[in-house]
């Protein structure tokens, strides 16, 4: 494993989308193609169910790891007018359709989502739904808790109103990483938000734990499940600490470049936290997640259904996610829009009436087919060439990329079919890079994705 670790272990995307947003080729996107490739959509899907995802940016503090877009401000003032222009944003979209949205899901990121008010986080509820409740069994809410400041009013609140997951920011539970990364929070914090949520009756609740960060040791990681499995989360994601400080700049300059655990070390991490997992009876699922089996991501996963969005891995599969906020991306399918990055620019363009898209990208025949055939890989491990296909010989050239994947037994191709090998489930972003059409003319890397492995 430490050979094949030393060879793949190279910059490469994390396909969240297919283009992948360095090779966006739409900037500045203009809201006509965006809304004409959002009503593309509805008529050829038909459906007007679509995901949600808010970006609330604010955070009290910085953690040093973190790679999200974020302000850091203690002035709770910003709550308000930035709530107003989300409802605003909103409405914005709504007016602009051929047809009346229908959510089906919905999720709070950040920043730090529980940075806001609970009557702030209704507020705005009730501002996207028009009405004061939603039937829970009928639309997915879900939120990201910082365990430091996510109150018995919030965990209420929102459960009151239809909320029934939530994912508790953990990291890692020791002192010294803790530190490193700027993320005091202590395991009974994190116990007593998991329990009072249990109690309510929240019915999926999972914990966010990283690998990889600075000074984290083996020991660490073995700390850090074991503490996470006395509370047992339905779901629980494992990501790779992903350091790219060229991008988020001083944030992740927060400690010295040594006290990073490199390639076989990290992986070592990863597969030590994986093996108690799956003893603990979780299930992998994709990349980086584990549920139990009978968690619905589970269940969607072992029966092809799992579905993959900016929001992450998810059990409902709309073909339209719009993002509201600063810094959001949607995805019609047929293309993709990016908010603006600044807060106050952002609030200005939807204050004075304008969608506050400033880049995106309008997918080509070719990409709508390879993002598939990316997203199957990231889902279910395989996929399958369209055998009518127009880009038949572009099939051949991405048999002939995964070669060396075949050879060292972590990919198999049989015809049209390719699978990804228990072995090679850790280099899935590899056999996706593989596939990826734009790669070819991007030679040098380095500065702009994390690492695969």
């Not at 549920?291 to 072992?302: K, V, Y």
């Not at 939807?350 to 598939?372: A, K, M, Q, T």
Request: hydrophobic share 35%.
């Amino acid at each position: 494993m430490e050979k094949l670790i030393k060879k793949y272990n190279v910059p490469g995307p994390r396909y969240t989308s297919y283009p992948t947003v360095p090779f966006w080729k739409n900037d500045p996107l203009l809201s006509s193609e965006w809304i004409e490739s959002i009503n593309r959509n509805w008529t050829q899907f038909g459906s007007t169910d679509i995901s949600v995802y808010v970006h609330l940016p604010f955070c009290e503090s910085l953690c040093t790891f973190c790679g999200c877009h974020k302000r850091i401000t203690k002035n709770h003032g910003v709550e308000i007018p930035y709530i107003d222009t989300l409802i605003k944003e909103w409405n914005l979209h709504r007016e602009s359709l051929d047809f009346e949205p229908n959510i089906k899901e919905l999720h709070f990121g950040g920043g730090t989502p529980t940075f806001f008010q609970p009557s702030e986080l209704i507020r705005l509820l009730k501002g996207l739904f028009d009405q004061y409740s939603v039937d829970p069994t009928e639309v997915e809410l879900s939120f990201e808790a910082h365990p430091n400041n996510t109150s018995s009013e919030h965990l209420t609140s929102l459960f009151e109103f239809g909320f029934r997951r939530l994912s508790l920011g953990v990291q890692d539970y020791s002192p010294v990483v803790q530190k490193a990364i700027n993320r005091i929070q202590p395991f009974e914090a994190v116990k007593k938000v998991h329990d009072q949520a249990k109690v309510l009756g929240y019915r999926s609740i999972s914990h966010d734990l990283v690998f990889g960060l600075p000074k984290q040791k083996r020991s660490d990681i073995i700390n850090t499940v074991e503490l996470t499995l006395q509370l047992m989360p339905n779901r629980i994601a494992l990501y790779s600490y992903a350091h790219v400080p060229w991008i988020k700049g001083v944030g992740q300059r927060g400690f010295d470049e040594s006290d990073l655990p490199k390639d076989a070390e990290k992986r070592e991490l990863y597969e030590v936290a994986k093996s108690m997992l799956e003893d603990a009876g979780y299930l992998e699922i994709g990349m980086d997640h584990f549920a139990l089996p009978h968690d619905d991501l589970a269940i969607a996963f072992h029966g092809k259904s799992l579905h993959r969005n900016f929001m992450g891995y998810t059990t409902q599969k709309t073909s339209f996610l719009l993002g509201l906020g600063m810094s959001a991306i949607s995805d019609s399918w047929f293309a993709f829009a990016q908010n603006d990055k600044h807060v106050e620019s952002y609030m200005e363009k939807v204050n004075n009436g304008e969608l506050p898209i400033f880049r995106g990208h309008v997918l080509s025949d070719l990409d709508l087919e390879i993002r598939g055939y990316i997203l199957d890989l990231m889902c279910h491990f395989e996929t399958r060439f369209n055998p009518d296909s127009p880009f038949r010989s572009i099939h051949q050239s991405i048999k002939d990329n995964l070669e060396d994947m075949i050879n060292d037994g972590l990919v198999g191709v049989d015809g049209d079919t390719v699978r990804i090998n228990e072995t090679g489930i850790p280099f899935v972003r590899n056999c996706c890079m593989a596939f990826d059409q734009d790669l070819k003319v991007q030679s040098d890397r380095t500065n702009m994705f994390s690492k695969t492995v």
